[in-house]
C-alpha cells in the first residue's frame, strides 16, 4: 500500500502557539464526540474522543485540518496521513475508508473541515492568485501547514462569535484560505477544480453525473460523451485522479448509500441494496462485505457516534 506524505511548502511552518490555539478553540466548542456546525455553513468541526479503525465516508470538495491526533484516509491501495502541522485537501468527491489513529478522552483527535467553494475559487483566479506548480496526482493530497494559512483560519474562527464581524469578514478569510492553498506546492490541483479546459475539472463533471445516476444502468461511453471525452480517455483520467474506474466509483457510491439507509432509515439488507440498485441481495451482500469488512445485517451493530 502506498503512502502520500505532506508536500513541502516555501512558507514557514506554523508556530506551536498557532497549533495549540487552534486546537484549544475547537475543543472549547466541542465538548462531545461528533460533527458540530458553526455559524459559518461551510466550516464544520469534528471531535473524536477514540481511534477509529474502519470509517467509511464520501469526502466532497473540502480542506481538512488536523488540529489535534492524527488520522488517515485510505483511497484506493493508497494512503494518506495527516496530524497537526498539515492538511488534507480534497478536490472531488471521492469515496474513502478513514481511519482515526491517535485520539483518547484526555487527548481527543480534532479537525475543522471547510468546504470548498469552487465559485469561489474561480473568482479569486481571474484576479490575483499566485500561479501554482503545475502537478498531476490523485483526487485528494496531503499539504504542510503554513505559518500564513494558520493565522487565517485562527482569524476565520475567532469571527465566528461575532455576528456582525462574521458576515463581513469570513467571505474575506475563506477567499485568503483559498489564496494561500493556491499558492501551495500541490495548488495546481485545486485550480484544476475550476478550470473547465483541465481534465481534472471533466472528471469532476463525470462524477456528478454518477452521483445523479448511482443507482442506475449506465455505460462509461454514455458519461465519457456527457463530459466530452473519449471512452478511454475518461477511463484513464477517472482512475488516475480517483484510483478507481467510472464502475468502480458507482459501486462504492451504491454501498455507501444503502449502508446510509441501513444505518438512518432502518432499511433491511435486502430493501437497502434493491433501493441503491442491486437486483441481487447474495451480490450486494458480497460486495458490501468487500467494501465495510462486515455483511449488511452488522450495520446498525456496529452505529455509533461516529458513523456518519
Not at 462574521?166 to 477567499?175: G, K, N
Not at 455505460?219 to 484510483?243: G, M, N, W, Y
Amino acid at each position: 500500500m502506498g503512502e502520500s506524505h505532506p508536500q513541502g511548502t516555501a512558507e514557514r511552518q506554523p508556530r506551536a502557539p498557532q497549533l495549540l490555539e487552534l486546537a484549544q478553540w475547537v475543543a472549547q466548542r466541542c465538548s462531545e464526540a461528533g460533527l458540530h456546525p458553526t455559524p459559518l455553513p461551510a466550516l464544520s468541526l469534528i471531535r473524536a474522543d477514540q481511534t477509529v479503525d474502519h470509517l467509511p465516508a464520501i469526502y466532497e470538495p473540502s480542506l481538512c485540518v488536523v488540529v489535534q491526533g492524527r488520522k488517515r484516509a485510505l483511497l484506493g491501495d493508497e494512503q494518506f496521513e495527516y496530524n497537526p502541522g498539515h492538511f488534507l485537501v480534497v478536490s472531488m468527491t471521492l469515496p474513502v475508508i478513514a481511519q482515526i489513529t491517535e485520539a483518547s478522552p484526555q487527548r481527543p483527535y480534532l479537525c475543522l473541515r471547510l468546504e470548498i467553494d469552487a465559485g469561489a475559487v474561480a473568482d479569486l483566479l481571474m484576479q490575483s492568485a499566485p500561479e501554482p506548480v503545475a502537478a498531476a496526482g490523485r483526487g485528494l493530497y496531503l499539504e504542510s501547514m503554513s505559518q500564513e494559512l494558520a493565522d487565517a483560519f485562527l482569524r476565520l474562527l475567532r469571527v465566528l462569535d461575532q455576528p456582525a464581524e462574521l458576515s463581513v469578514l469570513a467571505p474575506m478569510l475563506t477567499r485568503e484560505i483559498y489564496f494561500r492553498v493556491l499558492g501551495s506546492s500541490m495548488g495546481a490541483r485545486l485550480r484544476d477544480l475550476v478550470d473547465s479546459a483541465s481534465h481534472a475539472r471533466r472528471i469532476a463533471a463525470a462524477i456528478e453525473l454518477i452521483k445523479q445516476r448511482f443507482d442506475q444502468n449506465f455505460s462509461v461511453a454514455e458519461i465519457a460523451e456527457q463530459v466530452h471525452v473519449s471512452p478511454s480517455t475518461l477511463h484513464h483520467r477517472f482512475k488516475a485522479l480517483t484510483a478507481m474506474t467510472p464502475l468502480q466509483f458507482q459501486k462504492q457510491l451504491r454501498l455507501h448509500e444503502a449502508r446510509r439507509l441501513m444505518l438512518s432509515e432502518g432499511l433491511g439488507a435486502a430493501s437497502a441494496g434493491h433501493r441503491v440498485g442491486y437486483g441481487s441481495p447474495s451480490q450486494f451482500s458480497r460486495e458490501y462485505r468487500r467494501l465495510f469488512g462486515q455483511p449488511p445485517r452488522r450495520a446498525l451493530q456496529l452505529l455509533g457516534p461516529h458513523a456518519a
